[in-house]
């Protein structure tokens, strides 16, 4: 199948999240897909698999044109999407799974045997001879589910497969057959569209890969033009600083934040000291432990081990109430999900943890909260300046810049603010109003703070220093001022060790 969209937008109310995308995957090509988080691949793939319908543009499937697709038109087409959290059902059999809503029947019972010598033959065309058809898929391990995944699309005469994200959770002889298979399916003529963040695996993969920023697709290249400096230049776009630089930190004053031998779950240990005013930036790929880091300093993780200080003094922060107590404050990568209240109002979001301390004898002060809002709304070009509108209802930057006001704002008490992913998503008017609050923060209040990026040009924008993560570690550690955003790309990768699947020969 060939594949192509021409002119893709997607708005959300005033967010961009596609401008304008352009893209063509011919038969039999791998082609690999790049870009930080926010860039708008998820958009583009949602597209493709009918569960977005774009704002304008076309999307062209063997010579047939679509304005939009739903999911049944998307499959019907000969699409399939293999998203990173797979979608197998996992107390089901593999049989049930290959042959879920096609089921063959006879007399209105279904065909169980049919299915059993069908989902052999499907599993074969994979190289999955192994896998036992009435093994409950739950029971089976990753690799051998993502398997399962891509044998049902190609039982279902799958085209266009777009995997995403395909060996983020495979091991390293998982990621090789993966990569065989790859290469097999598009020597069978199937196109397909690999969303990765591993320069190796493009390299060893991929007969064309496109960047996206912001929205737009802004680099497209095949054959020898692919090679890790290009990938490099078109990944960091080298825009020169969104806000000026951070004021200097106070080295002299004692640490504000510390972190010592902090262990957990696939993490560290790892040693942290921030200065009063010091940003410090936690870069390293998808994966890294970045998260994982904060989340466990959040107490949103267990800590097996380590000491927090906060001021010096020893924090639990075994909790995100004991953590908040503690001065820690933790905006997570994912707002929608994990951070604000949609439904109700970007005041209520703004003062819901100063609440208690702006009222007394156990009630509000809704004239206290308006006033705490106000300011850090006009702080921080919140727009529009609704205190009643629900949160759900503003852009992208502005539910962000609710988010952060609920801890800069100046009823709150953090002393140290950790910040995932602070800009995905968020246009650049937007971006340059957080950096602005984030650095005046840290210089006007003297907090630590921390933010976790797998985006060059942020850690460049944002921070002092820069620690680099992999596997759970801080592997390295970099001065903002004598470093680039090309320097930090290929630091994580090259600590990341993504050779994962190149024992297989360059090139197709």
Known sequence: MSASVSNLTKRYGMTLALDDVTLDIPDGEVHALLGHNGAGKSTLIKCLGGGVSPTSGSIELDGQSYDRLSPRESIAAGVAVIYQHLSVVDNLTVAENLFIGQEHTRAGFIRRGLHRERAREALATVGAH?????????????????????????????????????????????????????????????????????????????????????????????????????????????????????????????????????????????????????????????????????????????????????????????????????????????????????????????????????????????????AVFDRVGAWLGLTPMSAELPAGRFSGGNQQKILLGRWVNDASQTRVLLLDDPTQGVDVGARKDIYDAIKQLAAERGAAVVVATNDPDEAIDLGHRCLIFARGRVVDELVIADTSADALLSAAHDTAKDTRILNLPEGR
């Open 130 to 370: 192994g896998i036992d058809p009435d093994m409950k898929v739950g029971a089976l391990p990753v690799g051998q589910r993502q398997l399962v995944e891509i044998a049902k699309a190609l039982q279902r005469d799958a085209r266009l497969l777009i995997l995403d994200e395909p060996t983020a959770a495979l091991s390293r002889d998982e990621a090789a057959n993966l990569g065989e298979l790859v290469r097999d399916l598009a020597g069978r003529g199937i196109a397909i569209l690999y969303v990765t963040h591993l320069l190796g695996e493009v390299l060893t993969l991929a007969d064309a890969a496109t960047v996206m920023r912001n929205g737009r697709s802004v680099w497209t290249a095949r054959g020898s033009d692919i090679t890790r400096e290009s990938l490099v230049a078109a990944i960091s776009d080298g825009h020169g600083a969104v806000s000026d630089p951070p004021a200097p930190p106070r080295s002299d004053a004692a640490p504000a934040f510390e972190v010592e031998g902090l262990e957990g779950p696939g993490l560290g240990p790892i040693d942290l000291r921030v200065q009063p005013g010091e940003i410090v930036v936690c870069y390293g790929l998808i994966g890294s432990g970045r998260t994982r880091f904060f989340n466990t300093l959040f107490g949103r993780m267990p800590r097996t081990a380590g000491v927090v200080r906060v001021d010096g003094v020893p924090k639990a922060a075994s909790s995100p109430s004991s953590a908040i107590r503690a001065g820690i404050a933790l905006v997570p990568g994912d707002r929608a999900r994990e951070g604000l209240f949609g439904a109700l109002p970007a005041q209520d979001n703004t003062v819901v943890v100063a609440m208690r301390r702006l009222g007394g004898a156990g009630f509000r002060s809704l004239k206290a909260e308006r």
